[in-house]
């Protein structure tokens, strides 16, 4: 069987499972599979397959039908133009959180003097992607999940930016040693009662996903913590869900009255950041930093 008509099959399959973007997530496959790349793939359509190759494409196909997401088969997913190792104890970073990172950078640029802590880091995506693009942030990651920030250290080293970026490990903004000038976030949003059903042993993790009943118990338990870690005129970038704008937006309100608030739609029109800037005068009065376990420390 050559490349393309493996190609071809793997998508009939995919498409007939309802699966999307079968065509993407076929090259994917193969392309993990021979380890080349899409240039690579799409001149060696010709080529002939061993059998070796043909039983593990099919084996893969299908893990994909059991719904196992193809990140976590290959392993990989790009984000904002880099590629990240993944694997099921993170979640798999999504093409709208491009937006949280791309807000960043630009509030960073502004500044020569920068201190920012990606709150729930996962793999590291938002934390890696801004450490390239700000040469000269200092960096914080946290994460409860000590498997997740295994990921993280993962995609740090492979991104070379060990020596930018402290991992810490611990809830919310609890480990960070000191005040910041920005905090990013994509917390978990989803309502409890929307999870996909636990039936299947290929999901994403819930300690990455479950945001309680009305989805936004933890974006609620961050906000609560931000007056003693954000700096005067410091700034909190949160990603949040369809429909959630009102709530989140109100909830600030009432912490930060005279802070500036924007809410800014993704591509499809979903209201998805929500940013909060902090006047001089409502950030409130620093605590001492709590004892905080360090992880891996860089
Ligand atoms: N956007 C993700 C989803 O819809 C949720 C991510 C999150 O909870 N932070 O699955």
């Known amino acids: 069987m050559t490349l393309k008509q493996a190609l071809t099959r793997a998508r009939e399959i995919l498409v007939a499972n309802s699966i999307e973007d079968a065509p993407l997530e076929c090259e ?8 080349i790349s899409r240039v690579q793939l799409y001149l060696g359509l010709d080529q002939e397959l061993s059998p070796e190759q043909e039983e593990t494409s099919w084996r893969l196909i299908e893990r994909r039908l059991s719904h196992e997401p193809t990140a976590y088969i290959t392993e990989h997913r790009e984000f904002y133009g880099l590629d990240f190792y993944v694997d099921s104890s993170v979640l798999i970073p999504r093409p709208e959180t491009e937006l949280l990172v791309e807000k960043a950078i630009n509030l960073g640029q502004k500044h020569t003097v920068f201190t920012i802590a990606d709150v729930g880091t996962g793999c590291g995506a938002i934390a890696i992607t801004l450490a390239l693009n700000l040469p000269r942030a200092k960096i914080y990651a946290t994460d409860i999940s000590a498997l997740a920030l295994k990921a993280a250290q993962i995609n740090c080293q492979k991104h070379g930016v060990t020596n930018r970026i402290c991992l810490l490990q611990g809830d919310m903004l609890g480990p960070l040693p000191e005040p910041v000038d920005l905090i990013i976030a994509n917390l978990p949003y989803v309502r409890e009662s929307e999870l996909p059903p636990i039936c299947s042993v290929n999901l994403e993790p819930p300690l990455a996903l479950n945001g309680g009943s009305d989805g936004l118990e933890k974006i609620r338990q961050l906000c ?5 870690k954000l700096r005067p005129k410091g700034c909190l970038l949160l990603e949040i869900g369809q429909g959630q704008r009102g709530t989140v937006t109100a909830f600030l309100c009432s912490l930060f009255p005279s802070a500036k608030i924007e809410v800014t739609p ?3 029109g979903i209201e998805r950041v929500v940013s909060l800037t902090l006047t001089a005068v409502n950030a409130g009065g620093f605590e001492a930093a709590k004892p905080f376990r360090l992880v891996f420390q860089q």
């Open 28 to 35: 994917l496959l193969l392309r993990h599979i021979l380890k």
């Open 266 to 268: 993704d591509l499809s």
């Open 224 to 228: 609560r913590q931000l007056s003693s």
